[in-house]
T-cell receptor, first 114, second 115 residues
Framework: KAGVTQTPRYLIKTRGQQVTLSCSPISGHRSVSWYQQTPGQGLQFLFEYFSETQRNKGNFPGRFSGRQFSNSRSEMNVSTLELGDSALYLC?????????????FGEGSRLTVL | QQQVKQSPQSLIVQKGGISIINCAYENTAFDYFPWYQQFPGKGPALLIAIRPDVSEKKEGRFTISFNKSAKQFSLHIMDSQPGDSATYFCAASSGNSGGYQKVTFGTGTKLQVIP
């Protein structure tokens, strides 16, 4: 069974640009969550999608957005990039039903903003 | 507001020793407490998890101890090995009637096991 696939793995952008990251969940998983990982801040929750609907959202500005497609694949977009957006962005998939617990993470997309 | 506090931030243990990482939570609605292990260049992976109806869970060299009244839980790695060197995240989650489970992570502990 294939794992969670994130693309691209690495990217470099400049301030003011926008970026789109992609996530393909494990087959059969309907929930996709996005996290931002930075040194010292750990894993910060961005948002979660289930069956193409955003179910919950973390405390990030509106520059961070996402969507989910009918095949459960998800994308997140960051507009007007700032230096502080440099981070590892992790996608995690799960079955999405009540309290199933385990999240399955991809290897992340490392974004550097210059 | 950080709802899961994790300590220490970093830990160095000799091979064969015991590694102990502690976490504390505030939200009594949490009902699932997993630990994730992350190696450099990889995403976190579930290591072991516990629900609040038990006080301890052991899987091989890894044990979770859970103290519901103190709202604390800890990970013990017995006979620590260099291959255990990684970053460990504790987490806590709660579900709702809509099926959504929100997972809150600690800030992570970087463990180094030296030969």
């Amino acid at each position: 069974k294939a794992g969670v696939t994130q693309t691209p793995r690495y990217l470099i952008k400049t301030r003011g640009q926008q970026v789109t990251l992609s996530c393909s969940p494990i087959s059969g998983h309907r929930s996709v969550s996005w996290y931002q990982q930075t040194p010292g801040q750990g894993l910060q929750f961005l948002f979660e999608y289930f069956s193409e609907t955003q179910r919950n959202k973390g405390n990030f500005p509106g520059r961070f957005s996402g969507r989910q497609f009918s095949n459960s694949r998800s994308e997140m977009n960051v507009s007007t990039l700032e230096l502080g957006d440099s981070a590892l962005y992790l996608c995690a998939s799960s079955l999405g039903t009540y309290n199933t617990g385990e999240l399955f993470f991809g290897e992340g997309s490392r974004l550097t903003v210059l | 507001q950080q709802q899961v506090k994790q300590s220490p931030q970093s830990l160095i243990v000799q091979k064969g020793g015991i590694s102990i990482i502690n976490c504390a939570y505030e939200n009594t609605a949490f009902d699932y407490f997993p630990w994730y292990q992350q190696f450099p260049g990889k995403g976190p992976a579930l290591l072991i998890a516990i629900r609040p109806d038990v006080s301890e869970k052991k899987e091989g060299r890894f044990t979770i101890s859970f103290n519901k009244s103190a709202k604390q839980f800890s990970l013990h790695i017995m006979d620590s090995q260099p291959g255990d060197s990684a970053t460990y995240f504790c987490a806590a989650s709660s579900g709702n009637s809509g099926g959504y489970q929100k997972v809150t992570f600690g800030t992570g502990t970087k463990l180094q096991v030296i030969p």
